[in-house]
């Protein structure tokens, strides 16, 4: 099994005293998604990777297990759904005027791109350079973390808009 990491910032602001609004202690959450194994994994040197409520716990045949802990942790049958679920007040966070960041991390072929994206890709050769193209008539229910995102924030943006303010969306994304 192999693990993506997001980092995220916490779900709320604490309200201070004052009524100004503060971050809580722990600016960073960390969310890990594992994934099932692929077939070509199968002489990994993990045994077995556990994924609970918020440790991994790596067993290998011949050494002590590792356990880490994260804010969360979700499984190898977490859905699209069950991760935006986690990360979705960030969309909050940004159209109440305050940063958000996801930061994808893992090593390649972790699932960063399919959880962020979601999108089946077509094309890309490598003989003949071709690139590949994601398919935007992907199912919806594998739609990742960005275009759900996009369709939330469409959705409660026509309510932010009055006759003193206007409010934009500029979306980044780096890979």
Do not use: W
Not at 5 to 21: A, W
């Amino acid at each position: 099994a192999t693990v993506s990491v997001l980092y995220c910032p916490p779900p709320s602001p604490n309200l201070s005293p004052e009524g100004g609004q503060t971050m809580s202690a722990t600016n960073v959450q960390v969310l890990v998604r594992c994934r099932p194994p692929l077939e070509h994994e199968n002489d990994s040197p993990c045994e077995l990777i556990q994924c609970e409520d918020n440790t991994v716990r790596v067993q290998y045949a011949s050494a002590t297990d590792k356990v880490f802990s994260f804010d969360k942790v979700l499984d190898g049958f977490a859905s699209q759904e069950d991760v935006f679920e986690y990360t979705s007040p960030l969309i909050d966070h940004a159209l109440d005027g305050l940063h958000a960041t996801i930061f994808a991390y893992g090593q390649t072929g972790a699932g960063k791109t399919f959880t962020m994206e979601g999108f089946d890709y077509t094309g890309g050769n490598v003989e003949n350079s071709t690139k590949l193209r994601p398919n935007l008539d992907t199912a919806k229910h594998k739609h990742g973390i960005i275009p759900r995102s996009v369709e939330n924030s469409t959705k409660l943006r026509p309510n932010l808009d009055t006759a003193k303010h206007k409010h934009g969306i500029i979306p980044r994304s780096v890979e």
